[in-house]
């Protein structure tokens, strides 16, 4: 049989630690993640030592907001696990569409 399917729940704590890893918005631990997305340290401490203590739709959102997380990737793995700033993202929508003009013009 396959490995375990990894759950939302699961995801949600792989962000937690790669924020901590990271430092986002001068995270460093779980304390400081959980205050930045309005959490107390029980509830960190429950859904770490919990498998059957799942995170809320409440949780979910607020980590998505704060940090800018997919909410694709906690609730179904799909990536990039970040977003980005919305500068980042017209950045990018800008060189796609630099992109297809010079396509067009080199197929010409």
Same mark, same amino acid.
């Given at each position: 049989m396959g490995a375990p399917k990894e759950t939302v729940r699961d995801r949600w704590l792989k962000v937690m630690a790669l924020a901590i890893k990271e430092n986002w918005n001068g995270v460093r631990n779980d304390l400081t993640f959980g205050k930045e997305i309005g959490m107390v340290p029980q509830q960190i401490s429950h859904i770490k030592s919990n498998e059957k203590r799942n995170v809320t739709v409440g949780q979910i959102e607020a980590l998505c907001k704060k940090f800018g997380v997919n909410a694709?990737?906690?609730?179904?793995?799909?990536?990039?696990?970040?977003?980005?700033?919305? =500068?980042? @993202?017209?950045? !990018?929508?800008?060189?796609?569409?630099?992109? =297809?003009? @010079?396509?067009? !013009?080199a197929s010409v």
């Open positions: 694709n990737y906690i609730i179904m793995g799909m990536l990039p696990i970040r977003l980005g700033s919305q =500068k980042d @993202i017209q950045s !990018k929508l800008k060189a796609i569409e630099q992109a =297809k003009v @010079i396509l067009k !013009k």
